[in-house]
Structures are given as C-alpha cells and as structure tokens.
Nanobody, 126 residues
C-alpha cells in the first residue's frame, strides 16, 4: 500500500501562484511514476502532469503546459506541482496519484493509477 497526502491548496486570485505538495509513504519502492489530476464540479477527472520516479521524464496536460511545473524530491518521497498564471478555470480539487507500471502514451488515463490522495481544493477567483 502507498499512502499519499496532498497539501498546499487554497484560494488565490487569477494570475497568482500556488505550490502543491504530495508526500508518499508506505510501499513507495514500487512507484514508477507520480502524477496530478484535477476534477472540477460536474466534470471528469482531468490529467494535469506526471513525472517518472526514475529518470524524471515529465508530461503535461495541454491545458496547463507552460504554466505548471511538476518536480520531485526522491529523498523525501514527495512530488510538487508549481502552478503559475492561474486562471479561474483551474479551480478544482487536485489529486495526487501513483502508478507502479509503465505505459508510454497512457499517462492521462486515471484508471491506470494505483493509489490516490484525498485531494486538495484550489480555487482561483477572477
């Protein structure tokens, strides 16, 4: 089992920045990649970003590319999501997730992730 705890969400004005953190514990040695998804009310869960734990390959969703940056600290088993130039449409609950299997081209498929955090709310006011 892997436990994930997100933090760093909150209320910010449009154009502002926030940094989310996700700390992993438990059977982290089997983690292949860690990612972020988000879900706004009435919408499907949307892929935001993912980073491979070894090698550090990174992929972003189209809606956040160029504004968000994902990074990791292997020693702390923590992944970060730096969010800049935030827009009201970025408002959502942000979830951290891990997967134990590779899969080029499938990073945006939520059902392929094995463990999920409880989510942290991000609200961007206009």
């Amino acid at each position: 089992q892997v436990q994930l705890v997100e933090s760093g969400g909150g209320l910010v004005q449009a154009g502002g920045s926030l940094r989310l953190s996700c700390a992993a514990s438990g059977r982290t040695f089997s983690t292949y990649a860690m990612g972020w998804f988000r879900q706004a009310p009435g919408k499907e869960r949307e892929f935001v970003a993912v980073i491979r734990w070894s090698g550090g390959s990174i992929y972003y969703g189209d809606s956040v590319s160029g504004r968000f940056t994902i990074s990791r600290d292997n020693a702390k088993n923590t992944v970060y999501l730096q969010m800049n130039s935030l827009k009201p449409e970025d408002t959502a609950v942000y979830y951290c997730a891990t997967r134990e299997r590779p899969g080029l081209g499938t990073w945006d498929i939520a059902r392929l992730y094995d463990y999920w955090g409880q989510g942290t709310q991000v609200t961007v006011s206009s």
